[in-house]
């Protein structure tokens, strides 16, 4: 079959310079392959190391859990972990003032004396003259 000029068939085999060998296709195919693998085994090598070391951490874990919880079991209900003491500064005070200025004490005093003549009215009889 007559081609037009100018044009080329792509169906053509190449020429002998162009075309690779087939051993050293083969050859960088199973280089690149080895390297592969051995990347493949060194991640296998860490992972397989990270995971010795969360088993690890988890026994750690595991065992600090089982003494808080023992210690736990073996304080009397009701009690603190610790003894504590009356603090030592109370002694000292005298007042408290609030923001507003006045003292809290008297603040306290005049609640209660309300509180009182509150509860005086409520609980005294009503009489007929009402």
Do not use: W, Y
């Not at 792509?10 to 060998?21: A, F, H, I, R």
């Not at 988890?58 to 504590?84: F, V």
Request: proline share 7%; hydrophobic share 30%; with cysteine.
């Amino acid at each position: 079959m007559n081609q037009p000029p100018g044009f080329k068939t792509t169906n053509q085999p190449p020429t002998g310079e162009n075309k690779p060998n087939i051993d050293d296709l083969l050859m960088r195919l199973l280089a690149s392959q080895e390297e592969i693998q051995k990347q493949q085994e060194e991640v296998q090598k860490r992972q397989e190391m990270i995971l010795k070391d969360h088993a690890m951490s988890i026994k750690q874990l595991e065992m600090q859990i089982g003494q808080i919880a023992s210690s736990i079991t073996s304080m009397p209900h009701g009690t603190l972990p610790s003894n504590t003491e009356a603090n030592p500064k109370r002694e000292h005070c005298n007042a408290v003032t609030l923001l507003n200025g006045r003292d809290f004490i008297k603040a306290f005093e005049k609640m209660e004396v309300d509180k009182e003549q509150a509860s005086e009215k409520c609980c005294q009889p009503k009489t007929s003259e009402e």
